[in-house]
């Protein structure tokens, strides 16, 4: 069950990033904020409760830590240069 979530929340926070990209907005990036948090927090727990493997979940972890990063960034420059 919580892989489930992971992946929705996961899945919802780079739809929401992309969203964001485009019409950038103060609430949108707060939202990529909580469901990146949130899908941080529910990949820790998923190591730790099944034991999974660290060294595949820590680079799928970075990549997706890094697509969240520059899509929020970019969306922010455009949000504050306007």
Sequence with gaps: MLTLIHVLVAVASLVVA???L?????YKLRLVFGLSTLTVASGTALV???SAHILATCI??????SVIAA???????RLYSK
């Design 71 to 77: 899509t929020t960034a970019a969306a922010q420059y």
């Design 18 to 20: 992309t969203f964001n």
């Design 22 to 26: 485009v019409s950038p907005s103060k």
């Design 60 to 65: 799928t972890g970075l990549i997706y830590i």
């Design 48 to 50: 730790v409760s099944d």
